[in-house]
């Protein structure tokens, strides 16, 4: 399966930018949707932007024109661009990689800690 490696996490302040990566290893890369999630204390994990192959995109309706997803295939790279981060965006980040054809094959990465406070 895909091996998935966020990066990018920290700490900003309300209406900063903060820009996450996630790098993938292991499988082909270019059939799978990509993902990210986050989930905060006491909730569950929630959907924030998803991207196929074909480079489709989805948002939650919370980041529509706030976030963008991207991804590299030549790299295995998938970015989230976050601006006017707000505090309810605190979270743990989490990348996805789901196969567009085995469709019960999920993976992934470790997550990365967004805090956003003055």
């Known amino acids: 399966q895909v091996q998935l490696v966020e990066s990018g996490g920290g700490l900003v302040q309300p209406g900063g930018s903060l820009r996450l990566s996630c790098a993938a290893s292991g499988s082909i890369f270019s059939i799978y949707t990509m993902g990210w999630y986050r989930q905060a204390p006491g909730k569950q994990r929630e959907l924030v932007a998803s991207i196929t192959s074909g480079r489709s995109t989805n948002y939650a309706d919370s980041v529509k024109g706030r976030f963008t997803i991207s991804r590299d295939n030549a790299q295995k790279l998938v970015y989230l661009q976050m601006n006017g981060l707000k505090p309810e965006d605190t979270a743990v980040y989490y990348c996805?990689?789901?196969?567009?054809?085995?469709?019960?094959?999920?993976?992934w990465g470790q997550g990365a800690q967004v805090t956003v406070s003055s």
């Open positions: 996805n990689a789901h196969h567009e054809v085995v469709r019960d094959r999920h993976c």
